[in-house]
């Protein structure tokens, strides 16, 4: 069997569970020193999906893309600590401060240099939950996309994929083919842990610049990201819900009334 060449995309972002007054600079990009990092919380489910994909589909490759700093690569290493078969980490003085729009133009040129037959990612990350990377680089590189995937299942071909899309209200069941680009949600699945064949296993990643992926540097960096980020917070906690009683759904009714 062929087997399928999936493009995980993955974000090392700050732990946002605990922002503090020095969690922005001056120029309204984050302050990564003064928070830890982690991998993207629903970037894992994306990972671990692509893996349960290379578990039972013979000749499946999984590869990482990120962008970020060099200790960036640490998530790529992680994610090989996984299973993954290698990754490749975008890194360059020209992509710093890149918002949403800048940074799907850097990773779609870096998709172009790639192979693959489904590109998944996380909803959203983190640090921004702004869930737009995912589908700015489906429409940049002309793909088809569904977003917030909870279930998944391909044919036999490897070319047909029906997901289950969450909405508010309930779910859409959507067909889409390959090549194609899908964001998890964290109900796809649950991430396993590091095993001891991924630790020891070789590792294989690529350091690509601006150069290496031909971007245009007008595209790219904070003067070219057209979004302004004021303040970063952790939001107050809500309220406790009110419980309306009775002892009929008459009685509640009026109560709630």
């Not at 990564?32 to 349960?52: G, S, T, V, Y």
């Not at 109900?187 to 992926?213: S, T, V």
């Not at 904070?222 to 309220?239: D, G, Q």
């Amino acid at each position: 069997m062929k087997g399928l060449k999936i493009v995980v995309l993955a974000k090392q972002v700050p732990d946002t569970r605990n922002v503090g007054k020095d969690a922005m600079k001056a120029d309204g990009t984050v302050n990564r020193a003064a928070l830890p990092a982690i991998f993207n919380p629903e970037d894992l489910n994306a990972l671990e999906q692509a893996l349960r994909l290379k578990d039972t589909i013979e000749g499946t490759t999984v590869h990482v893309l990120t962008m970020g700093p060099g200790r960036a690569a640490e998530i790529i290493r992680e994610a090989m600590y996984r299973g993954a078969d290698g990754g490749y980490l975008l890194s360059d003085r020209a992509f710093a401060g890149s918002d949403t729009l800048a940074t799907s133009y850097a990773l779609s040129c870096a998709l172009r240099n790639l192979e693959y037959d489904v590109i998944i990612c996380g909803r959203q990350a983190i640090d921004g939950d702004t869930a737009q990377v995912g589908p700015q680089i489906a429409e940049k590189l002309d793909l088809p996309q569904v977003t917030y995937v909870e279930e998944f299942h391909i044919d036999d071909n490897l070319h047909d994929i029906t997901v289950k899309r969450q909405l508010e209200d309930g779910y859409e069941l959507i067909g889409i083919k390959t090549p194609c680009m899908l964001t998890a949600i964290k109900e796809l699945n649950d991430p396993r842990y590091m095993n001891m064949k991924g630790i020891f296993g070789e590792k294989d990643i690529k350091i690509w610049n601006a150069k290496d992926i031909e971007v245009d540097l007008n595209k790219v960096g904070l003067e070219a990201s057209p979004t302004n980020v004021f303040r970063s917070f952790t939001p107050a906690p809500k309220a406790p819900g009110q419980v309306v009683a009775g002892d009929t759904e008459n009685e509640q009714a009026k109560n709630l009334l």
